[in-house]
């Protein structure tokens, strides 16, 4: 029953590394989404995927990468880091119920950029 | 600005205290979601209050929605040291939900 799972749990890059954030879920969900959660900033968005080969920008997009090649997974790529990346970032998969979506989030990655 | 404005941002009662948490926004919704979060763990999901004037209940936890469907709240009888979190209301529809930034609750035994 593994749901979503995120990997690493925590990871520390130097400035200018680029990494990988894996996500992947095994509920046959169509929706996958990417947040980061900072102190007293709640939950922001950064991409989000509404099926295989589809994604788009949320409210925090610059700086990272997406792609969603199959519907179990969806990786999240930081470029070239940066201090203002380290966050703990959340992975999210989602149905549709008409009105609304039901989440189920990962245990999150916990980055620090240096 | 913010679409779901959360209050207060920080509680802290003794365990058995009664609390209320709000969540409002200037802006009707079809449906709201409540989530908590703990330490170290994403957050889950613990209710959708669909219908204006709504009210559902989860054990010692109860939800209101306002009759206009624009604000929220969320009720806790006789707190416990268990219900120690970060309460997440959180809005959707054909998008990826959106958020408010939250109450962070510590029941103190």
């Known amino acids: 029953n593994a749901g979503v799972t995120q990997t690493p749990k925590f990871q520390v890059l130097k400035t200018g590394q680029s990494m990988t954030l894996q996500c992947a879920q095994d509920?046959?969900?169509?929706?996958m989404s990417w947040y980061r959660q900072d102190p007293g900033m709640g939950l922001r968005l950064i991409h989000y995927s509404v099926g295989a080969g589809i994604t788009d920008q949320g409210e925090v997009p610059n700086g990272y990468n997406v792609s969603r090649s199959t519907t179990e997974d969806f990786p999240l790529r930081l470029l070239s880091a940066a201090p203002s990346q380290t966050s703990v970032y959340f992975c999210a998969s989602s149905y549709s119920t008409g009105t609304n979506q039901k989440a189920f989030f990962g245990q999150g990655t916990r980055l620090t950029v240096v | 600005t913010q679409l779901l404005e959360q209050s207060p941002q920080f509680l802290s009662i003794q365990e058995g205290e009664n609390l209320t948490v709000y969540c409002n926004s200037s802006?009707?919704?079809?449906?709201l979601q409540w989530y908590r979060q703990e330490p170290g763990e994403g957050p889950v999901l613990l209710v959708t209050?669909?219908?204006?004037?709504e009210v559902k209940k989860l054990k010692r936890l109860t939800f209101q929605f306002g009759d206009a469907r624009k604000d929220s709240s969320l009720h806790i009888t006789a707190a416990q040291p268990g219900d120690t979190g970060l309460y997440l209301c959180a809005v959707s529809g054909n998008t990826p939900l959106v958020f408010g930034k939250g109450t962070r609750l510590s029941v103190i035994a």
């Open positions: 509920m046959n969900h169509e929706y």
């Open positions: 209050v669909v219908t204006g004037g």
């Open positions: 802006s009707v919704f079809s449906s």
